[in-house]
T-cell receptor
Framework: GQNIDQPTEMTATEGAIVQINCTYQ??????LFWYQQHAGEAPTFLSY??LDGLEEKGRFSSFLSRSKGYSYLLLKELQMKDSASYLC??????????WGAGTKLIIKP | ETGVTQTPRHLVMGMTNKKSLKCEQH?????MYWYKQSAKKPLELMFV???????ENNSVPSRFSPECPNSSHLFLHLHTLQPEDSALYLC??????????????FGAGSRLTVL
């Protein structure tokens, strides 16, 4: 079967760095997505990784290790507006996304 | 604004009511999706339409009935729902279905409460 695991909730301090992990089990691999969802708002696309390694986009970076079935989202210089849920997802064999339950990130001053 | 608009944003209905959720996208996408989001659970895919044809029905009960009259509009018709159907219903669109790098654009959702 296919499965996505990520922590339910994390807390971090404004200005700090936080790493949100995601492990997955899939039959075949078609990439891995990260989305951000603020409370009461639409999930929005953050990143897509299909090759191993780190991809950086400003304060946000996403890492993938296909051999370990592992990804993380790294958020630097945390701001209060980064308080949100972060969703990890991988496509199945029909390219439909299998989602993790999301990690709620709480930023404290 | 994401380019995907959902109405109504909030809906309260009794178990015997009939109501509809509407989704409209202005992105020129060819695939549209309905997802159910319940608290602390993964997003559940309900239906997928690709070029107006339904390509996925993820074992959804018949009390949920989708309609896709064109590539820009998607409806979810609701009738005789159960309290456990209370959730956030998200609509999404993408360029088209069937590739790994298929980025979804979501609407803000319709929060449904069934009494």
């Amino acid at each position: 079967g296919q499965n996505i695991d990520q922590p339910t909730e994390m807390t971090a301090t404004e200005g700090a760095i936080v790493q949100i992990n995601c492990t997955y089990q899939t039959s075949g691999f078609n990439g891995l997505f990260w989305y951000q969802q603020h409370a009461g708002e639409a999930p929005t696309f953050l990143s897509y990784n299909v090759l191993d390694g780190l991809e950086e986009k400003g304060r946000f970076s996403s890492f993938l290790s296909r051999s370990k079935g592992y990804s993380y989202l790294l958020l630097k210089e945390l701001q209060m507006k980064d308080s949100a849920s972060y969703l990890c997802a991988v496509p199945d064999s029909n390219y439909q996304l299998i989602w993790g339950a999301g990690t709620k990130l709480i930023i404290k001053p | 604004e994401t380019g995907v608009t959902q109405t109504p944003r909030h809906l309260v209905m009794g178990m015997t009511n009939k109501k509809s959720l509407k989704c409209e996208q202005h992105l020129g996408h060819n695939a549209m999706y309905w997802y159910k989001q319940s608290a602390k659970k993964p997003l559940e895919l309900m239906f997928v339409y690709n070029f107006k044809e339904q390509t996925e029905n993820n074992s959804v009960p018949s009390r949920f009935s989708p309609e896709c009259p064109n590539s820009s509009h998607l409806f979810l018709h609701l009738h005789t729902l159960q309290p456990e159907d209370s959730a956030l219903y998200l609509c999404a669109s993408s360029q088209e279905q069937g590739s790994g790098a298929n980025v979804l654009t979501f609407g803000a959702g319709s929060r449904l409460t069934v009494l």
